[in-house]
């Protein structure tokens, strides 16, 4: 069973920092795609910030410059360093991972979510 699990969030000033950590965990054959997505209160779910196979990283414009996501493909994690963090970025934070598993001698790509985690910006 593979699960993908967000931590980090909480509450922090204007101007202030936070690491997001995503960890995908279970039956892993390989990850092409890990991303961070918000979505914040009354609002749509946006992307944040995208890591694909080959290194390639895509960021929101609202966040250039200022977030960074960068892999551990090791332990399948995923992190989302932010910083000069301003109210607009108060959200809840998902992650999503493509995901290849192997059973039964098949293999099945899937993309897997976890559940968030609260990111307050706020003085």
């Known amino acids: 069973q593979v699960q993908v699990v967000e931590s980090g969030g909480g509450l922090v000033q204007p101007g202030g920092s936070l690491r997001l950590t995503c960890t995908a965990s279970?039956?892993?054959?390989?990850?092409?795609?890990m991303a961070w997505y918000r979505q914040a209160p009354g609002k749509k779910r946006e992307l944040v910030a995208a890591?694909?196979?080959?290194?390639?990283?895509k960021y929101a414009d609202s966040v250039k410059g200022r977030f960074t996501i960068s892999r551990n493909s090791a332990t399948h994690t995923a992190y989302l360093q932010m910083t000069r963090l301003n109210v607009e970025d108060t959200a809840l934070y998902y992650c999503?991972?493509?995901?290849?598993?192997?059973?039964?001698?098949?293999?099945?790509?899937?993309?897997?979510w976890g559940k968030g985690t609260q990111v307050t910006v706020s003085s």
């Open positions: 890591w694909s196979k080959g290194e390639v990283t």
């Open positions: 279970g039956s892993i054959a390989s990850i092409d795609v």
């Open positions: 999503d991972a493509e995901i290849t598993i192997k059973r039964d001698g098949s293999s099945y790509t899937s993309t897997y």
